[in-house]
């Protein structure tokens, strides 16, 4: 039977990164963005795995969706643990995660996985090589993953744990990000709209103006990520009033809550987006600039107006200006990696637009810091250092994915068929400057397109332009 290995080493000590890979957030952790999985069960549903303990993942395969039940076996602490498919698309699959010591801070992790396929109709489908393939896309991201989160709670250890309460998270990046601060010693709460199902949910109606107040008190920060999908649909005369109420009503429900409590948190961060800047076109735009025109532009100047009673009453107030945010599950990349695995990808329009956009990995990082760092204020351009245009970008994609990107799509379509939205949200750019980013001393891991989007997407990333000539 074979068996695949994959060795890094990690900053930290073999029993703390024992400890961390049994998080039960920190699975979340090592998901691979490209294929999600989802726990459906564990058993018992409470407390760190151990020996006899099952997991039951829903995975998406293409079109399918499959259903994999592991338990836990041998677990020596500090040292090793096991896991074992109990059912599931593998005739045989048994994987252990060694951590072997390297002095008192550093260790290498090693994963084994002893697997057989299936006759069929796995077995056919994939064969050994190609599943070795898949393995190895698999676990260098979650070693690389692993390390990044490790060294990233590191730079906090010696502060008090915090209580953060994170609206929106169920979306694109609460998701995620509610995982990586969980896996790293954070209480995190949930702001939920339905009736709570335990101690981590706190009811609000952002609708109707209501929030269990009581329930955010001794909160250390609050982030705010909730609101209706800009990219949903047309913006008709509704859809702009929902997108409005979404956030500005949100934020300012938020704002006035904190600021009547009688434990106010130290900070709180806000999302909001560099369509603040309008259609700047070329010229670059950094903090200072002015709000731009167009709806987008008013709707992010009175969301982040709308946080004023925050910062009237001594809250420390970010505002993460978001760029477009790379994701293998979902938001605008999960959209175009699809149509351009087929070859039928190509520029938006005249395609000069310039793309202001971040790594979701990268983002985390953002708002981590914002919570802990009192230097942080004020609006945060979240975008990486160079922004290319909707060409460029294009062809990047498309090197990632090793397919043809022949096609344009017309302006004009565009226009048609998208409105108000196409005109300021695929027609529009920004070439955004991330100035306080790098006034703060920020660290991008995935600073080059090429290696965000193979990340996300589990590729290789093609070599840099230096390396080829």
Known sequence: MPVYRHRSELPVSAPEAFAWHRQTRAFERLVPPWQPMRIVATVPPDGAPAPGTRRVLSVRAGPLRLRWETVYGAMEPGRLFTNEQVRGPFARWEHTHRFLPRGDFACVLEDAVDFRLPFWPLGPLLGTAATGRWLERLFRLRHARTAHDLERHARYRGHAPLTVAVSGASGLIGTRLCAFLASGGLRVLQLVRRAP??????????????????????????????????????????????????????TALLARTLAGLAHKPRAFVVGSAIGYYGDSGDAPVDESAPRGTGFLAELCEAWEAAAQPAREAGIRTVHVRTGLVLAGEGGVLARLAPIFALGLGGPLGSGRQPMSWIALEDLLTVFQRALYEDAWAGPVNAVAPEAPDNREFTRALARVLRRPAPFRVPALAIRLGLGQLGREALLAGQRVVPARLQALGFHWRLPRLEDALAEELGREAPASKASRR
Do not use: Q
């Open 197 to 250: 199902r335990g101690p981590h949910e706190i009811a609000w109606n952002p609708a109707a103006g209501t929030m269990d107040a009581a329930a955010l008190e001794g909160v250390d920060a609050v982030v705010h990520l909730a609101g209706a999908n800009l990219a949903a649909g047309r913006w008709t005369a509704a859809r702009k009033r929902e997108l409005w109420a979404s956030r500005v009503e949100s």
